[in-house]
């Protein structure tokens, strides 16, 4: 298990900004973090995958300060869509996967804009939900940013 704060320090540091989507899309560029932080072994399908497989919380992104250093943010609906996609529950559709840097910041890679791994705000409507993996130790960010608010 990797820190919360190594995994956003590679996200960060990583040069991954202007890679190709479609040398690296979103799941891709997430895993990749994940693994360029020493947490290896991953193979998600996608951002559905990710969604049901890899986090240890979700949330809808309602309060953008609630949202921790390091957590995946997904654009998330709950359409019914997941059984079309095979999936055989009721957590709706994860379309798309970034990682929030803090400070409003969140690092991804669409196939808008430029199609590569680009720069955006936790406040682009894009983004609906939150997570935080199971493979990254998000617990010490969790309480240090509890007891500064």
Not at 101 to 108: K, P, R
Request: glycine fraction near 10%; proline fraction near 3%.
């Amino acid at each position: 298990m990797i820190t919360a704060q190594a995994f956003v320090n590679q996200a960060r540091n990583g040069n991954y900004l202007g890679i190709p989507y479609k040398s690296l899309d979103c799941q891709a560029f997430v895993e990749r973090v994940l693994n360029d932080a020493g947490e290896r072994g991953h193979n998600w399908r996608g951002s559905n995958h990710m969604w049901r497989e890899a986090l240890s919380e979700k949330h809808p992104l309602e309060a953008v300060a609630d949202v921790p250093p390091g957590a995946w943010l997904f654009t998330h609906k709950q359409d019914g869509g997941e059984k079309a996609r095979g999936y055989k529950d009721s957590e709706g559709n994860a379309k798309h996967v970034g990682i929030y840097l803090g400070n409003g910041e969140v690092i991804h890679s669409t196939s808008a804009g430029g199609a590569c791994v680009q720069m955006d705000k936790i406040t682009s409507a894009r983004w609906t939900a939150w997570g935080l993996c199971k493979y990254i130790d998000s617990l010490l960010l969790k309480v240090l940013k509890l007891s500064f608010s």
